[in-house]
């Protein structure tokens, strides 16, 4: 199995850049899809964006499209979400997860879930 840990969360003002990064420790990590996830105080959980390691392939949520780029670097196992162009409503506990199989967008798909870092946008 896979156990995702988030780092790089924290508070940034409105307009600013952060990079989160998913390490992802286990065995043949590189047969898993890596998504990523926020939940906002008072909302659920929402897709933000997702990855293959093989294909390279990604997915991104309407909402982050042009702002948001999902990256891997299989060296390091390791998963990034450069946020830029951020905004007060990007505040939220983002969650790295992890499933075995092709991308897909609903959190129900994935298995392996990291604890979250939290994001704070300032306006």
């Known amino acids: 199995q896979v156990q995702p840990v988030e780092s790089g969360g924290g508070l940034v003002q409105a307009g600013g850049s952060l990079r989160l990064s998913c390490a992802a420790s286990?065995?043949?990590?590189?047969?898993?899809?890596m998504g990523w996830f926020r939940q906002a105080p008072g909302k659920e959980r929402e897709f933000v964006a997702a990855?293959?390691?093989?294909?390279?392939?990604?997915i991104y949520a309407n909402f982050v499209k042009g702002r948001f780029t999902i990256s891997g670097d299989t060296a390091k196992s390791t998963v990034y979400l450069q946020m830029s162009s951020l905004k007060p409503e990007d505040t939220a506990v983002y969650y790295c997860?992890?499933?075995?199989?092709?991308?897909?967008?609903?959190?129900?798909?994935?298995?392996?879930w990291g604890q979250g870092t939290q994001v704070t946008v300032s306006s």
């Open positions: 997860a992890a499933r075995l199989g092709p991308l897909a967008l609903v959190q129900g798909a994935f298995h392996y």
């Open positions: 286990g065995r043949a990590f590189s047969s898993y899809s």
């Open positions: 990855m293959t390691w093989g294909g390279g392939s990604t």
